[in-house]
């Protein structure tokens, strides 16, 4: 077959089927198609704004809780022995005596706790964990719910980080003392 | 052309911001071309109304990458449409041939001489026949509108790709044609 009879064949075939199109109801069903997919892409959108700014809060509360902590030095409290109870123990010849630093009993604090405040939700279920004694800013308090006042929030508090098997800080309770 | 092309690239740029008349309006101008460029690859008319419709969703979401220096709108159109059809062949096995030219055999059709109308269902086939690396070629070129520089574009391959393959898919037509007495 030649070239020419290829064309003629090929134009016919063209001819015939030019006025195939979908029909009007194909079209509004695209159009519908397209309302639906342009309302999931915004609200896809709207998810992915909603979730940065959730990971950005997420985020600045645990450098609020944990950028200026520090875990809390075991302080070494030196305690004088009262000039009195020293000079008594001390005789008067040699050899000279061994002193020795009394120091009194003091009655412990008691320690008062919030219960726990979750601080982000992890995908991954708690399964061990650490808790590590920290020392915060007051306004931390905030960032869970608790009422601090405006002439506290620089002030710092004790609490403790519940850290888990990821070291992501899963919660948070905060610490105050009784005497 | 370079103005349909620019106001094709207008619509476009409104479509992707969501705009509704802007879908509406290329889809009116360009939805013809796409289902038969689909019809012409399957030969199934179902087919082709869905192809046609993912293929403009396909725009809405993927547009961004239309790069008008590379090419028209329309050729972007056909390189989609085109990327459907394969997945949609590669899921399905071809029917028989016969059954699916019924399907689309239009009410025009019937007004048509049945000679004639068996001789270009006669050149259905052979196209439908050839292996769609050299079908698209003929599809695109000598049954659709696309130049052989939308062409290349859609297909993904250069120009003198597309000639050769457009050459050798003639000579295959030929060939199967060959036998036929065509009554055009």
């Known amino acids: ?179 | 052309m370079g103005q349909m092309s620019a106001a094709e690239q207008q619509l476009l740029r409104r479509l992707l911001k969501g705009d509704e008349e802007a879908f509406a309006a290329l889809y009116q101008i360009r939805h013809g071309a796409i289902c038969r460029f689909v019809l012409h690859m399957t030969g199934r008319m179902d087919l082709a109304e869905d192809v046609t419709q993912e293929t403009f969703l396909a725009l809405a979401l993927y547009g961004r990458r239309y790069d008008a220096s590379r090419g028209s709108v329309m050729a972007f159109l056909y390189g989609i449409a085109r990327n459907l059809v394969l997945k949609r062949m590669d899921k399905e096995r071809p029917e028989d041939t016969a059954k699916l030219l019924d399907e689309f055999a239009g009410d025009e059709d019937v007004l048509l001489d049945l000679t004639r109308r068996e001789s270009v269902d006669e050149v259905r086939r052979a196209v439908l026949s050839l292996p769609p690396l050299y079908r698209e070629a003929v599809v695109l070129c000598e049954l659709g509108d696309a130049s052989y520089e939308d062409a290349a574009l859609a297909l993904g391959c250069p120009v003198g790709t597309v000639r050769s393959r457009l050459n050798r898919a003639r000579a295959m037509l030929a060939k199967k044609l060959a036998a036929t007495s065509l009554a055009l």
């Open chain 1, 1 to 179: 077959m030649c070239e020419e009879r290829v064309t003629e064949a090929l134009k016919a075939l063209r001819r015939t089927d030019a006025g195939v199109e979908t029909g009007p109801e194909a079209g509004i069903r695209a159009l519908l198609a397209f309302r639906r997919q342009q309302r999931r892409r915004k609200l896809q959108r709207m998810a992915a704004v909603w979730g940065a700014t959730g990971a950005m809060a997420a985020a600045v509360v645990l450098t609020a809780l944990l950028w200026p902590a520090r875990e809390t030095p075991h302080k070494l409290i030196a305690i004088e022995a009262p000039a009195a109870i020293a000079a008594a123990t001390v005789p008067a010849p040699v050899p000279p005596p061994e002193v020795k630093r009394v120091v009194p009993r003091r009655e412990e604090p008691e320690e008062i706790v919030t219960p726990f405040f979750p601080l982000v939700e992890s995908s991954s279920p708690f399964e061990r964990g650490l808790l590590v004694r920290m020392t915060v800013p007051a306004s931390a308090m905030r960032t869970v719910g608790l009422k601090v006042g405006d002439d506290h929030l620089s002030d710092s508090v004790q609490a403790d980080v519940l850290v888990g098997q990821d070291d992501l800080a899963r919660a948070i309770r905060f610490v105050s003392y009784r005497k």
